[in-house]
């Protein structure tokens, strides 16, 4: 972050979002831990309580971004210098910067490890004791490990493929949401200023937030993971329809406040959309596959790329009036949902069908 904030040229934002991806391999190990402390009775209960950091920070980032962004110009009382008139945007990202190494320093004192065939246990050692010498013993709770060949089996492979569906429509929206909001209006956007596109984005994360934890647990109960992946797949394509109705409600009236009624209406759509795909993939991805995770890294990192790239050429040679990667875009939960009807009706069930086998 402190990079991004000092970065000057093309180029070096490109370095620095690079390393942050290179960084990021937080979230395969925090699904594995809760995957490792819960089982079938209360995982989708738990699970619920997954995207807590990920709302948090969606719902918070966007404000500090949008409000401490050009500081001298914002805030020249207190930030009148040549500094920050050069890195306008160094205030944000070091706010930002802040809250990995608070987390880093509360992991050091309080996090456990939940991996019993890695732990290592003090010999006698019992809760609060100090052992007095060096002397461990381990507790493995799996005798051996699968490999790569034998973990990928049928359940394994359709995990990862409707993973990899959803990783591609999940950024690829986002990418061109905000994107969307910020490009002139003859670009194809909606120009709006960063303030508000930072309001907007963290209004997405706290409406995201309540409804998976109100939402996702009965609905889950009720419908199953199945179709509630489904019915969150099929919600994408009104996410898309949305996408050109706000922008011609915007041409024929720029300072009306429908263009905020429908980007609220997109708001919620995509709040049951995420709920459905991210919590619902995560319980079949842990049911079936102990390492998932690369194949959604390599989506989400070809998400954006393709998805903003057909943004700027459907604008750029004026395909369907500039829509056309709306519809391109379509593709891909046409693909999802296909997909989605090779996942087993039951995660549960299976589950311990596989653990009585």
């Not at 920070?57 to 914002?74: D, E, V």
């Not at 393709?306 to 369907?320: G, I, M, P, Q």
């Amino acid at each position: 972050m402190i990079s991004f904030g000092l970065s000057k040229t093309y180029a070096q934002v490109i370095i620095s979002r690079s390393i942050a991806g290179f960084l990021n391999g937080n979230a395969g190990v925090v699904k594995t831990m809760m995957a490792e402390m819960s089982d079938d009775t209360n995982r989708a209960i738990l699970f619920t309580f997954l995207p807590v950091a990920w709302i948090s920070g969606f719902t918070i980032a966007p404000f500090i971004g949008g409000s401490l962004q050009h500081p001298a110009q914002r805030f020249p009382a207190y930030f009148d210098h040549p500094f920050w008139r050069e890195y306008p945007y160094f205030l944000p990202c070091l706010v930002a910067a802040s809250f990995p190494i608070l987390a880093f320093f509360i992991g050091i004192m309080f996090l456990k490890e939940t991996n019993e065939s890695v732990r290592r246990v003090p010999r006698g050692a019992t809760y609060g004791s100090v052992p007095s010498d060096d002397r461990f013993e381990s507790t493995p709770r799996h005798p051996s490990t699968p490999s790569l060949r034998e973990a990928m089996t049928k359940p394994v492979v359709i995990a990862i493929a409707n993973y990899a569906a959803f990783a591609i429509i999940n950024i690829s929206l986002f990418a061109v949401f905000t994107v969307f909001l910020a490009v002139p209006l003859h670009a194809g956007g909606l120009n709006l200023p960063p303030q508000v596109i930072g309001n907007i984005l963290a209004s997405l994360g706290g409406v995201s937030g309540a409804t998976q934890f109100l939402v996702f647990p009965r609905v889950h109960k009720r419908f199953g993971g199945k179709k509630t992946f489904t019915f969150s797949v099929s919600l994408s394509f009104l996410q898309l329809a949305c996408f050109p109705i706000v922008r011609e409600v915007t041409l024929i009236y720029p300072r009306s406040w429908i263009k905020f009624a429908i980007i609220g209406v997109m708001m919620v759509i995509w709040s049951i959309y995420d709920m459905g795909l991210v919590r619902s993939i995560f319980l079949f991805i842990t049911a079936a596959s102990p390492s998932p995770s690369l194949l959604g890294r390599l989506a989400r990192a070809f998400g954006p790329a393709a998805a903003t790239s057909l943004f700027a050429l459907s604008v750029k040679h004026d395909w369907l009036r500039g829509y056309g990667v709306f519809l391109c875009l379509s593709l891909a939960p046409v693909v999802a949902i296909c997909l989605s009807t090779l996942l087993p009706n039951g995660v549960e069930a299976r589950t311990s069908r596989d653990g009585s086998a």
